[in-house]
């Protein structure tokens, strides 16, 4: 997804951003040259922002919804301790094997274990799991019954990272599903007192939502 901000200004926050380890620099780079949807992944500036929330909140158990060729699996990796885990759920074994030849390459690869399959029933499977932190960046209209689904997994005090959450603009004028999705996704996350959320404007939008300690 395009950033929305001006392309020299994402240049200079990247340039002034925590550089990613260079095995990450390597996946962008890969991605780019392989793979005609590069535009989703997340990126330098947001993966080390997922990576200062992870130290920040002191993660050990991570859940990503949407895991592409790995860029924001492996920048959050990074950020575990070493007995750290993250789960991640991806459909497409095209992309899944892309991140796997990256994770390979790197120590911090193997806190990561990829669950194939549609992301609803690998959640249904983690039913019973508990999580510091989760990052939702699959498929648009989903992004509500997965806020509703990982809601409860999340520890108090944890965090629920969404990305892509101003869609492009078109949150403001929503029409196909995907725009739906996410406008009520915002509206809903807005309206609930379990958890209080920033939507900041880095990129497309990114929704930081932490679960209120006192619920
Ligand atoms: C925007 S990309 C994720 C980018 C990744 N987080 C990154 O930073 O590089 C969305 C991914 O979600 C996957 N996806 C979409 N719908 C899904 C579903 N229902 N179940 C599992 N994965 C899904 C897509 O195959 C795609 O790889």
Redesign the pocket.
Known sequence: ?ASLVDERLEEYARAHTADAPPVLRELELYTRAHRHDAG???GPVEGALLRLLVGLTAARRIL?????????ALSMAFALPDDGELIA????PE?AAIAQLFFGRTPAGRKIHVRMG???TTLEALRNERFDLVYI???KE?YGLYYDRVLPLVRAGGLIVA?NTLWSGRVLAPRTPADLGVSAFNRRVHEDPAVEAVLLTIRDGVTVIRKRTDR
Not at 64 to 72: H, N, R
Not at 89 to 92: G, P, R
């Open positions: 997804m989703m992944l997340s990503e919804i949407g895991m592409y060729t790995g860029y924001s759920c991806e459909q497409d992309v549609s992301a609803a960046d699959a498929d989903n990305d």
